[in-house]
């Protein structure tokens, strides 16, 4: 548990870093509980924009649209999300690819919402959509050992 929140923890930070030179979505602040259902269309957006962008290209934005996915996973009433051991092994400690795999827990649960997916559906989901993203090699990302032995499985 201990490893979760550190690693949540330095997402955080260096997330926080680049925002205060992109001033756009990273620092956006939630007024009330009805505002966490109305930015469900940004935060789809912000995840999608994740997926469809090289890691090397609009670090700014893309650190913008962490934040603010990471700002609404803390405050929605909605859903409730867990980072446990099993995903510490799959991103190994890289803040990028816990980013991703966090916009792809907000991307599924939002697309998802009519037919609310179990942590195990939410878990292998997040996961296939991380090795994707990572298997495709214009995206410019380090996958981890474990995401390396799922892209060579698949």
């Known amino acids: ?9 330095i997402v ?10 992109y001033n756009e979505l990273g620092d956006y602040k939630f007024e009330s509980v009805d505002s966490y259902k109305k930015a469900e269309p940004q935060v789809l957006e912000c995840a999608n924009f994740l997926f469809k962008t090289s ?6 934005k893309k650190a913008n649209a962490k934040k603010f996915i990471l ?6 009433p909605d859903y409730t ?10 991103t190994k400690g890289n803040p990028e690819l816990l980013g991703l ?5 907000s991307k599924l649960v939002i697309e998802n919402s009519g037919t609310p997916l179990n ?29 390396k032995k799922l892209i060579k499985a698949n």
Do not use: H, R
Request: hydrophobic share 40%.
């Open 1 to 9: 548990m201990k490893k979760v929140f550190t690693l949540l923890l």
């Open 55 to 60: 890691a090397k290209k609009e670090e700014l």
């Open 71 to 76: 700002n609404w996973m803390q405050g929605t």
């Open 81 to 90: 999300f867990e980072l446990g051991n099993e995903v510490l092994e799959l």
């Open 119 to 147: 942590s195990s559906e939410l878990y292998n989901l997040s996961e296939k959509l991380l090795v994707d993203y990572c298997a495709n090699e214009e995206n410019e990302i380090k996958p981890s050992k474990k995401i």
């Open 101 to 105: 795999y966090m916009a792809a827990m």
């Open 12 to 21: 955080i930070c260096s997330v926080s870093s680049y925002s205060q030179a």
